[in-house]
């Protein structure tokens, strides 16, 4: 096809067009023998958006991000659905049968030393996928989960996730981890090892590196910013019941102007050139609209800014990342 796909598209030819669509339909639970049908339908019988199976296939094959209209429809629970699945793919399937591969085409026991240096490096790897995948698990996906019921901790928030927690730390360390791996195999791989099963665990573990960073873009692209607009509307209710939060006029006009450029997808300096102000007074605005808002994404502020009629969804050609 080599375009973006609608919702009455046949799913048969979305998968027959790029079979890394497989995961997808995998993750947020649909099973193959759908015929004929088209991707509503199947999504529709299995219990799945359709927005958001449209924008993750969209996003996965072809690299489209979702313009504001497609963006806004996106669902979070579906969302967290198919990452949650996405964690239990890595964790429980794809990492271990890695493991295996490796296993049998190197002898990895401690009589040769490259073998054993191969595993622990592959295992270190691993280990530091499932620490972080259970910390979000655990703390930023059940927060999310609170949000959808209506619940705001104030122990916890997509900011502290995002900065807090290493996120942007953590990628790098993954990325590094997984060179040294690729080095170590590709450059001092024993003459005894099994060429074919270890060309063939290496080739997963590339596969295994792609589809592992698609995942964190999603989060990062999709998810974190569809998610701040959900907590930007749950008000904080420790020990209360859950209540939707009523708009608040948290922003100074100068920080509503900010606003305004930044959803629009103005850079700093032309900011600070329309409202004749220093590119340093403008990056200070923008720090402190960030704080008060908890939201740190382009995407999120994009949201909060049309839900609180500071702007409107015909002004907005395309959504900023940066």
Not at 17 to 22: A, I, T, V
Not at 132 to 145: D, G, M, N, P, T
Request: hydrophobic share 40%; with cysteine.
């Amino acid at each position: 096809m080599g375009h973006k796909y609608r919702s009455d598209d046949k799913l048969a030819e979305l998968i027959s067009d790029d079979c890394k669509l497989l995961q997808v339909m995998s993750r947020f639970g649909i099973a193959l023998g759908f015929g004929d049908k088209t991707v509503a339908e199947v999504c529709e019988k299995n219990g799945v958006d359709t927005n958001t199976f449209i924008a993750v296939c969209n996003f996965v094959s072809q690299g489209i991000r979702p313009s504001f209209d497609e963006y806004n429809t996106i669902n979070v629970g579906s969302l967290l659905t198919y990452l949650r699945n996405s964690h239990s793919f890595f964790l429980d399937f794809k990492l271990p049968s890695i493991r295996r591969k490796f296993v049998d085409a190197v002898d990895c026991s401690t009589q040769n030393e490259i073998g054993f240096l191969i595993l622990k490096f592959f295992d270190d790897y691993a280990n530091e996928i499932q620490r972080h995948q259970e910390y979000e698990s655990k703390h930023f996906f059940s927060y999310i989960e609170g949000l959808l019921n209506g619940k705001r901790s104030s122990e916890m928030s997509i900011h502290h996730f995002e900065n807090n927690q290493g996120h942007q730390d953590h990628d790098k360390q993954i990325a590094q981890r997984i060179a040294d791996l690729k080095n170590i195999i590709i450059r001092y791989s024993p003459s005894s090892a099994n060429k074919d099963w270890l060309n063939d665990a290496l080739m997963h573990l590339f596969e295994f590196e792609a589809d592992y960073e698609t995942h964190t873009l999603i989060e990062d692209t999709l998810f974190i910013p569809v998610a701040s607009m959900l907590e930007s509307q749950v008000d904080i209710n420790d020990n209360g019941a859950p209540e939707l939060a009523e708009p608040k006029d948290i922003l100074s006009d100068r920080e509503k102007d900010i606003l305004v450029g930044v959803v629009k997808g103005q850079t700093n300096k032309e900011i600070a050139d329309s409202l004749f102000l220093s590119v340093h007074t403008v990056l200070t605005h923008r720090r402190n609209i960030a704080r008060k808002l908890e939201i740190h994404s382009p995407a999120g502020l994009v949201i909060y800014a049309i839900v609180n009629g500071i702007v409107k969804m015909e002004d907005i050609k395309e959504i900023p990342y940066n």
